[in-house]
């Protein structure tokens, strides 16, 4: 039985997802790395901010030391919340509104589980803050997705048991991070059929088979 739901945010919520690629591509060209596309961008979702700067970094040949590494991811997250000064409610993804509601309605729990240190920053902007009972953020973790750890620290938060909950992702790392957990998955997204969760679906505004999912 479900008790509570923890979503992912970039990609699932919302389209930060978007703000970060372009981030990191004005990072890239201005180490002369012209080659960095969406497709590397997928190795970066739902990775911390230092593993996705080595994934910019593996399409360069030059070596950075560690202090010069702080300083790029440095840069990159200046750029990034240059781009967030410009966010609000238009980057909520189709359908979210309408199901943490729906959810809400029902008395299920509801948890973030992003690696994101601006996940408190992007829950408030958007005004989703309102429809969450607990955020667990890479302000909270040490260890970031395929690791646990940031949805058990929602679960705990949430008070409920790993096995009362439900991720929702739509990175291949999150759902590794959820089924580690202990926890059912729901992958969603353009890829959510290589995502190998539990259900799968395109957005949160498919017909999702939440009754069923919610008593499993
Ligand atoms: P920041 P999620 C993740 O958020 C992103 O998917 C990932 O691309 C990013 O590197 C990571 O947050 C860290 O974000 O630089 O803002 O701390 O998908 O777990 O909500
Ligand atoms: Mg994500």
Not at 2 to 19: A, H, Y
Not at 38 to 63: A, F
Not at 101 to 107: A, D, S, T, V
Not at 195 to 199: F, I, T, V
């Given at each position: 039985?479900?008790?509570?739901?923890?979503?992912?945010?970039?990609?699932?919520?919302?389209?930060?997802?978007?703000?970060?690629f372009k981030a990191w591509k004005m990072l890239a060209e201005e180490l002369g790395i012209d080659k960095f596309t969406?497709?590397?961008?997928?190795?970066?979702?739902?990775?911390?901010?230092?593993?996705?700067?080595?994934?910019?970094?593996?399409?360069?040949?030059?070596?950075y030391t560690a202090a010069e590494k702080e300083e790029l991811a440095e840069r990159k997250n200046n750029y990034y919340k240059d781009l967030l000064t410009?966010?609000?409610?238009?980057?909520?993804?189709?359908?979210?509104v309408e199901c943490l509601?729906?959810?809400?309605?029902?008395?299920i729990l509801i948890g973030i589980g992003s690696v994101s240190k601006n996940a408190p920053l992007i829950l408030t902007k958007t005004g989703l803050m309102e429809y969450v009972d607990k955020v667990s953020c890479g302000l909270d973790i040490t260890k970031s997705k395929p690791d646990p750890e940031v949805f058990e620290v929602a679960a705990n938060k949430l008070e409920l048991k790993y096995e009362e909950c439900l991720v929702v992702e739509d990175s291949f790392a999150g759902i590794v991070a959820g089924r580690a957990a202990h926890m059912k998955t729901l992958g969603v997204g353009s890829e959510h059929e290589q995502?190998?969760?539990?259900?799968e679906a395109t957005g949160l505004d498919a017909d999702i088979a939440w009754e069923k999912i919610l008593e499993e």
């Open positions: 039985m479900i008790r509570g739901v923890i979503f992912d945010l970039d990609g699932v919520l919302v389209s930060t997802d978007e703000m970060h969406k497709e590397d961008n997928k190795k970066q979702k739902g990775v911390s901010r230092m593993e996705s700067l080595e994934v910019v970094l593996s399409k360069g040949s030059k070596i410009e966010l609000d409610e238009s980057a909520i993804l189709p359908g979210v509601k729906m959810l809400r309605e029902k008395g995502l190998r969760a539990d259900y």
